[in-house]
């Protein structure tokens, strides 16, 4: 409404009445944002499985989502692991079943503060097959308790992100059907 009343040169007010005497509905601010946001529609399309490997890979995702996701947040599907594969598997269902563009997907890392930025950032673009600029600033931590140190990932952890809350919807919602499953 802001952009009609600013295009049109008239008080918001007046947009208000004339589309409350047309009986058109508003959008909320939030659906306004991602409209704005995604001018072009969502910016993925989920498929369905129809072969064998969709269903597996489906299945996967999902899976890697409900036990490494974060689900605290509404707005991001964001996976974190020290494990490569489980990276790159997320990747593939995020590409083939929700075909979200590459462009959409970011990357971050996390290491102990003994360990090399560099040889993270190296070893998870080489692991990953994508460039090291795709990475952000990497975060290091101190060290975390005793007993596990000496296992601790020596690269860090990597975390993939896609900021879409219609996507983080989708995947909450099949979770949802999947625990609702009956035996």
Same mark, same amino acid.
């Given at each position: 409404?802001?952009?009609?009343?600013?295009?049109?040169?008239?008080?918001?007010?007046?947009?208000?009445?004339?589309?409350?005497?047309?009986?058109?509905?508003?959008?909320?601010?939030?659906?306004?944002?991602?409209?704005?946001? $995604?001018?072009?529609? $969502?910016?993925?399309?989920?498929?369905?499985?129809?072969?064998? $490997?969709?269903?597996?890979?489906?299945?996967?995702?999902?899976?890697?989502?409900?036990?490494?996701?974060?689900?605290?947040?509404?707005?991001?599907?964001?996976?974190?692991?020290?494990?490569?594969?489980?990276?790159?598997?997320?990747?593939?269902?995020?590409?083939?079943?929700?075909?979200?563009?590459?462009?959409?997907?970011?990357?971050?890392?996390?290491?102990?503060?003994?360990?090399?930025? $560099?040889?993270?950032?190296?070893?998870?673009?080489?692991?990953?097959?994508?460039?090291?600029?795709?990475?952000?600033?990497?975060?290091?931590?101190?060290?975390?308790?005793?007993?596990?140190?000496?296992?601790?990932?020596?690269?860090?952890?990597?975390?993939?992100?896609?900021?879409?809350?219609?996507?983080?919807?989708?995947?909450?919602?099949?979770?949802?059907?999947?625990?609702?499953?009956?035996?």
């Amino acid at each position: 409404m802001g952009q009609i009343a600013k295009e049109l040169h008239y008080c918001p007010h007046t947009i208000v009445y004339w589309m409350r005497k047309h009986h058109i509905e508003r959008r909320s601010r939030s659906d306004a944002a991602y409209i704005q946001a $995604n001018p072009k529609g $969502n910016p993925f399309h989920i498929t369905y499985p129809k072969t064998a $490997n969709e269903h597996f890979l489906y299945g996967l995702g999902l899976g890697i989502y409900w036990g490494e996701g974060t689900k605290a947040t509404n707005f991001a599907v964001r996976v974190t692991n020290s494990d490569p594969g489980i990276i790159r598997t997320f990747r593939t269902f995020l590409h083939t079943i929700c075909h979200v563009d590459t462009t959409r997907i970011r990357y971050s890392i996390v290491t102990f503060n003994d360990s090399s930025p $560099n040889a993270a950032k190296s070893y998870w673009a080489k692991e990953l097959e994508i460039s090291p600029d795709k990475f952000g600033k990497i975060v290091q931590i101190p060290t975390q308790g005793k007993g596990t140190y000496k296992r601790k990932s020596l690269f860090g952890i990597c975390t993939i992100t896609v900021s879409n809350t219609k996507l983080k919807t989708w995947i909450m919602d099949e979770l949802k059907k999947i625990k609702n499953k009956p035996d």
